[in-house]
């Protein structure tokens, strides 16, 4: 089946669309989905400041690793469900139904929570791209949370799991001290924060309490 060939009136409304997007200084040619999205390279990255490849290693780069401990999870979390579906884009093309499109994509295979993190961090992302200059404005307009309301965790364990729990940290821990902290919690019932920002006059070791 031939495929059919596009009206004056369609060529003309796509020639002013590119004409508008080169008046905004943006590509053409960047401005869509790419259909096989090339891998990732340096000079990808430094090439086009105006990328999402860009985007997506400054915002780890500069924001964060200074303020989170664990900031692999974030470039995980974009090499995995962000960048495949828009490698090769302007970062300023990138519009609200496309944000909708992908966390479709993340709830549709069962990962509803997971879809609730990326949202969260396409947010900050598009907000550090407005604040360093990348993009004048954010896609980024959801109204509900598009994994829907997480439910909070209501399951404890059972005896024979806080048994083999016990009985195994010491060989299940890669930091010597971790063990200690964890029966600590378990024996005293302390939320993570109380025993992490304990001070040493809190604690008796002669009346051991």
């Not at 479709?104 to 069962?110: E, P, S, T, W």
């Amino acid at each position: 089946m031939r495929p059919v060939a596009p009206s004056l009136a369609m060529a003309r409304a796509e020639a002013q669309a590119h004409r508008d997007l080169l008046d905004r200084g943006v590509d053409p040619r960047t401005a869509r989905r790419a259909r096989r999205p090339a891998p990732l390279s340096d000079a990808a990255v430094s090439g086009n400041k105006r990328s999402i490849e860009f985007l997506a290693h400054e915002f780890p780069e500069r924001h964060v690793t200074p303020n989170r401990r664990r900031p692999e999870c974030v470039q995980r979390i974009l090499a995995r469900d962000v960048l495949p579906a828009w490698r090769g884009r302007d970062a300023r093309t990138t519009t609200p139904g496309e944000i909708i499109e992908l966390l479709d994509g993340i709830v549709a295979r069962g990962s509803r929570v997971m879809a609730n993190r990326v949202a969260s961090l396409l947010a900050q992302m598009f907000k550090f791209g407005i604040h360093r200059a990348i993009v004048e404005n954010s896609p980024v307009m959801l109204l509900y949370r598009p994994g829907s309301k997480e439910r909070p965790r209501a399951r404890a364990l059972s005896e024979e799991e806080l048994k083999a729990f016990l009985q195994n940290l010491d060989d299940a821990c890669r930091f010597q001290r971790l063990p200690h902290v964890l029966r600590v919690l378990l024996l005293t019932l302390q939320r993570r924060s109380e025993l992490a920002l304990a001070e040493w006059r809190e604690f008796d070791f002669k009346g051991k309490t």
